[in-house]
């Protein structure tokens, strides 16, 4: 069993950054691949960005490359979403996923686990 809780999310402007963090409980979080996924209002819930447990392979949406950075430390059970240059269209309530495995594009089916969601809101 592995629980997630996101935090981080909020409000910022248009060309700014956020970092989000998803702290896991359960001992084997170091097995499995981490991802994020966002939401917006009206939309399917869509792949961010993943990465394995080494963790020395990540990947991304391609919209996202460049400006979002996923990474992880095993050691406390966390999970990073650096954002930067956010755009409006960034804005979502995003998750935290445990994945069963890692390819360029994982889907909610590879997910064994969710957080709650944190929201991020991007204004213009």
């Known amino acids: 069993q592995v629980q997630l809780v996101e935090s981080g999310g909020g409000l910022v402007q248009a060309g700014g950054s956020l970092r989000l963090f998803c702290a896991a409980s359960g001992r084997i979080f170091s097995i499995y691949v981490m991802g994020w996924f966002r939401q917006a209002p009206g939309k399917e819930r869509e792949f961010v960005a993943a990465?394995?447990?080494?963790?020395?392979?990540?990947y991304y949406t391609d919209s996202m490359k460049g400006r979002f950075t996923i990474s992880r430390d095993n050691a406390k059970n966390t999970v990073y979403l650096q954002m930067n240059t956010l755009k409006p269209e960034d804005t979502a309530v995003y998750y935290c996923?445990?994945?069963?495995?890692?390819?360029?594009?994982?889907?909610?089916?590879?997910?064994?686990?969710w957080g709650q969601g944190t929201q991020v809101t991007v204004s213009s």
């Open positions: 996923a445990a994945v069963r495995v890692l390819r360029p594009v994982v889907t909610p089916l590879d997910v064994d686990y």
């Open positions: 990465i394995n447990w080494r963790p020395d392979t990540a």
